[in-house]
């Protein structure tokens, strides 16, 4: 070997050893996270009610955690609710998102691509209202009256459920899709015969009574659920994390009894349900069992069952598979994180607490 050979392996040895010390390249970052929520309080007031989500808002929480990396996070209020929120993701306009079942059902049906990263919501009470005034004794007595439910969104799903245990179907009654400040005004001035909703509010100022109401039924009611874009978490899966991290601890502080008076403040400060219908409505629940982050086998049956009534009540026109799109690794990595791996006690598909 001569020098001239001598010195080429040399370099080529100095190049590969300098290239084995240089750190690999750090992931690109966003500038921006735009999270929708759907729904927006009175009059498209820019604040959210009733989910772990509207406590993160309020808290400042995922700005907290990515104020370090310069990133700005634009919050979208959509009084279109869940097919709004769907309609802004279909343009490219949002990364994270809080969806009822049935919009996220609708929107994976037609194409939209997320991933499911978290719970936001489940169990409670369903009540069932009229005109203050109405004669009706039972569901029965409002058959071919008019019904109010906002189309496309998960009270639909709820509606249609509650009409079932009944032996009814929509096709009963006349529905008339409308959201909730539209109802309640439409309550008052009998416009429409009934509507789902909390009804301590509407009771005390004389504009409608509970024709029945229905006690914790997890058949009944639906789970809200947290998800990314496909594409903003194969591209930035750290600030995903980060994201995720910062709802759960939000969850955290929202699922703390300590909290329960705060948390029913923060929600009440949108104005479409008062501070006294969360006190009425939480009663008998602890704020940790309804405001759990968990992807268990509760949150995946309840899915599978909204989109098996999906198809049934002819609500979606194609089928729905759940292969590939829970992606619950950013939940399990922030619960690590947080310590917080038991802090939730997990619920089975029939919604009993696991043992």
């Known amino acids: ?53 509207a406590v993160a808002h309020q808290l400042g929480s995922i700005e907290q955690a ?12 959509f009084p279109g609710a869940g097919p709004a929120t769907n309609e802004a993701l279909a343009s490219g306009l949002v990364d994270f998102a809080y969806h009822g079942d049935l919009p996220l059902i609708v929107g994976r049906s037609t194409g939209l691509k997320h991933k499911v990263v978290a719970s936001l ?23 071919g009256k008019r019904i109010g ?22 096709k009963d009654f006349r529905i008339v899709s409308m959201n909730s400040e539209t109802a309640k005004a439409a309550l008052a001035t009998r416009d429409i015969d009934g509507y789902i909703t909390t009804p301590f509010d509407l009771q005390a100022r004389g504009i409608a009574r509970v024709l029945f ?11 809200g659920t947290f998800w990314v874009t496909e594409d903003f ?13 910062a709802l759960v601890r939000a969850a955290h502080y929202a699922s703390e009894e300590k909290h329960r008076n705060q948390v029913f403040k923060y929600w009440a400060a949108s104005g479409s349900t008062p501070y006294g219908d969360f006190l009425k409505t939480w009663d008998g629940y602890t ?25 049934r009540f002819r609500l979606i026109r194609r ?14 990595q922030a619960l690590k994180e947080l310590k917080l791996e038991r802090y939730w006690d997990e619920h089975d598909a029939n919604g009993n607490v696991r043992k």
């Not at 978490?233 to 991290?245: C, G, I, L, S, W």
Request: net charge positive.
């Open 149 to 170: 439910v906002f189309k496309g969104t998960a009270g639909q799903l709820t509606l249609n459920r509650v009409l079932e245990k009944y032996g009814f179907t929509e």
């Open 233 to 245: 978490e194969k591209r930035y899966p750290a600030t995903t994390q980060k994201v995720v991290t």
């Open 1 to 53: 070997m001569n020098f001239k050979q001598a010195l080429t392996r040399l370099c080529l040895l100095g190049a590969t050893l300098a290239a084995l010390t240089v750190p690999a390249a750090a992931e690109d970052k966003p500038t921006t996270v735009r999270i929708a929520f759907s729904g927006a309080g009175t009059g498209g007031r820019p604040i959210g009610s009733g989910t772990v989500l």
């Open 121 to 143: 919501g489940r169990f409670g009470n369903t009540y069932f209202v009229v005109p203050a005034d109405s004669q009706a004794k039972s569901l029965a007595d409002l058959k």
């Open 319 to 332: 089928d729905v598979s759940l292969e590939g799109w829970l992606e619950p690794r950013y939940l399990n």
């Open 66 to 77: 990515l104020k370090a990396d310069n990133i700005k996070v634009v919050w979208n209020f």
């Open 287 to 311: 704020l940790k069992e309804r405001n759990s982050p968990l992807l268990d086998e509760y949150h995946v049956a309840s899915l599978k069952k909204a989109i098996d009534e999906a198809r």
């Open 213 to 223: 109401e229905i006690k914790r039924d997890p058949k009944i009611t639906s789970v």
